[in-house]
């Protein structure tokens, strides 16, 4: 005779594991935050530049956007990051900047 599944109990159980995975997620994205100095950001400053992200479609500029978080991730933080020889608009430093960094 076969055991009967307690469908109750296991969609319980989905549903904590999925709320569990949803407050990981949320948390990992504030520590994005404060881990890349965007947490100084006025939130509305910060929430219009993560919808110009969201809606741009160029590609180059996303693959840009892609390669300087790979490099922030690589070196494990902003001190690292601002390394690499970027400024924080965008571009390359030039000048007195590149010579201290």
Same mark, same amino acid.
Not at 3 to 14: I, N, S
Not at 36 to 52: H, K, R, S
């Given at each position: %005779?076969? #055991?009967? !599944?307690?469908?109750?109990?296991?969609? @319980?159980?989905?549903?904590? @594991?999925?709320? +569990? /995975? @949803?407050? @990981?997620?949320?948390?990992?994205?504030? &520590?994005?935050?404060?881990?890349?100095? =965007?947490?100084? /950001?006025?939130?509305? %400053?910060? *929430?219009?530049? /993560? /919808? =110009?992200?969201?809606?741009?479609?160029? +590609?180059? &500029? #996303? &693959?840009?956007?892609?390669?300087?978080? *790979? =490099?922030?991730?690589?070196?494990?933080?902003?001190?690292?990051? !601002?390394?690499?020889?970027?400024?924080? &608009?965008?571009? #390359?430093?030039?000048?007195?900047?590149?010579?201290?960094?």
């Amino acid at each position: %005779m076969r #055991k009967v !599944r307690d469908y109750d109990a296991e969609l @319980k159980a989905l549903g904590d @594991k999925a709320r +569990a /995975l @949803k407050a @990981k997620k949320v948390q990992q994205l504030g &520590e994005l935050v404060t881990s890349t100095g =965007a947490d100084a /950001l006025d939130p509305d %400053m910060l *929430a219009g530049v /993560l /919808l =110009a992200a969201v809606g741009s479609a160029n +590609a180059e &500029e #996303k &693959e840009a956007w892609r390669s300087r978080g *790979a =490099a922030f991730f690589q070196g494990r933080g902003r001190k690292a990051w !601002r390394r690499t020889g970027c400024d924080g &608009e965008g571009g #390359k430093q030039t000048g007195a900047s590149e010579e201290q960094a």
